[in-house]
């Protein structure tokens, strides 16, 4: 298939999904506009399309660097559907390869580990921190070991996907063509120039599986029209007349808000970034770098929330918290750090039972994606809007 009927082909696929109206919802004004039909909260068909599509072909969050601080350390991640694994060479750097044996295919790695070398479960072939095949015993007769100094080659060695690091976060792209990471971040890097970045310290990680498509966490994390009804002590915190519906700036959407006082777990103790200006020492930011990279911003904090489609209705969610300052993650601030741990926890888990919510909802036939408040959901309206326009983009 040539690239045009290919590009045809996908816009078809959409289409075939979506149906013609759904589509065209996505690209009307807000004013009249609803959010994404139902299919695309429940078909696997259009989960595939959004692995192969979106998430093979962005930049994805795969991991903080602190998960594997030492050489040897490594962890089995899933990304697009795809299994990897994020190791720690030998010279400390971080790579990415598919978790998988260039021999039968065996998945090598289930749990995270330090190691010196990765050995298949099944027939043992080695490979080498960087990847690289070193021995195959048994392979060519009893008692016989083919040993590679220099690799196996394209065929034999284990696939390598394309991984950068940003600030003690790790990130992947599939395809290896998405733009420049830098070129990526930028957009938010732009609304961030007053925080140094430079100096977040990865303190630990909360998981939730989420019983809902991956799309509802983030059409739930853009609009705080929600907040009143859902969050009482964030609503204390930044009460409804500080908010606003925030915008998207390319593939980035950024919000945030001036709150009138710190509050434990929002930045009431622990440190803050070195030079801060007093306009940002009252702002709470949140932003998304599509499709799944989402920060949350306190004087204290950096805050990682990231999900992962497991299936149409459920998604792997994962808060990556970064705090302020090498002391910010030792014993003296243990207590503030695990008040900032439960403030999220209680959070999101006040978010989970209405994503549930959500999801059921979607399969009734009487709903048709909805009416959208032209104050608050314009940003989620145009998230949908982004993620067509990605699936169909060449
Ligand atoms: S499948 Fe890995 S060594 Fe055979
Ligand atoms: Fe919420």
């Known amino acids: 298939m040539d690239a045009r009927s290919e590009d045809l082909h996908v816009v078809n696929r959409v289409k075939a999904l979506l149906g013609e109206e759904g589509y065209a919802q996505a690209f009307a004004p807000i004013e009249e506009a609803s959010g994404l039909p139902n299919a695309a909260y429940w078909s696997p068909e259009w989960l595939a399309l959004e692995r192969e599509r979106v998430f093979q072909r962005s930049w994805v969050f795969a991991g903080a660097e602190a998960e594997i601080p030492e050489p040897g350390d490594m962890k089995p991640v899933e990304i697009a559907g795809a299994p990897l694994i994020i190791i720690r060479d ?3 750097a971080v790579r990415c390869v598919h978790n998988v044996c260039r021999h039968r295919g065996a998945r090598l790695l289930r ?46 060695d284990l696939v390598a996907a394309r991984a950068e690091t940003w600030n003690g976060c790790i990130f992947v792209n599939l395809s290896g063509d998405a733009e420049a990471l830098e070129d990526w971040l930028a957009p938010l890097l732009r609304r961030t120039k007053g925080y140094d970045l430079s100096s977040i310290r990865w303190a630990g990680k909360l998981d939730f599986e989420v019983r ?16 009143f ?12 007349n500080v908010r606003w519906s925030g915008e998207w700036d390319a593939h980035v959407f950024y919000n945030d808000y001036v709150f009138p006082e710190l509050q434990e777990g929002r930045g009431d103790s622990l440190p803050h970034y070195p030079g801060l200006s007093e306009d940002d020492a009252r702002r709470g930011l949140w932003s998304l770098c599509f499709p799944h990279f ?49 403030m999220w926890d209680d959070l999101n888990r006040e978010d989970l039972g ?37 699936i169909i983009s060449t």
């Not at 991956?214 to 705080?224: A, D, I, Q, T």
């Not at 994606?369 to 314009?378: K, T």
């Open 229 to 240: 009804a859902l969050h009482p002590k964030l609503l204390k915190f930044a009460p409804m």
């Open 294 to 342: 989402a920060v949350e911003v306190f004087p204290d904090q950096f805050t990682v929330l990231v999900s992962y489609p497991v299936a149409p209705d459920l998604t792997r969610e994962e808060l990556h918290i970064f705090l302020i300052g090498e002391a910010a993650i030792c014993d003296e601030h243990r207590n503030a750090r695990e008040a900032v741990f439960s």
């Open 90 to 92: 030998q010279e400390g």
């Open 111 to 156: 749990e995270p580990c330090n190691r010196s070398s990765i050995t298949c479960p099944y027939h043992a072939w080695n490979y080498g921190l960087d990847g690289r095949l070193r021995a195959r015993p048994h392979f060519s007769g009893p008692d016989k070991i083919d040993r590679f100094e220099n690799g196996g080659g394209e065929k034999l």
């Open 212 to 227: 809902a498509n991956w799309k509802l966490v983030y059409e739930n994390y853009m609009e705080g029209y929600h907040v």
């Open 354 to 390: 209405v994503l549930e919510l959500l999801q059921q909802g979607r399969l009734s036939p009487a709903y048709d994606g909805g009416r959208l408040s032209p104050h608050w959901e314009g940003p989620t309206h145009q998230f949908g809007r982004l993620l067509i326009e990605k």
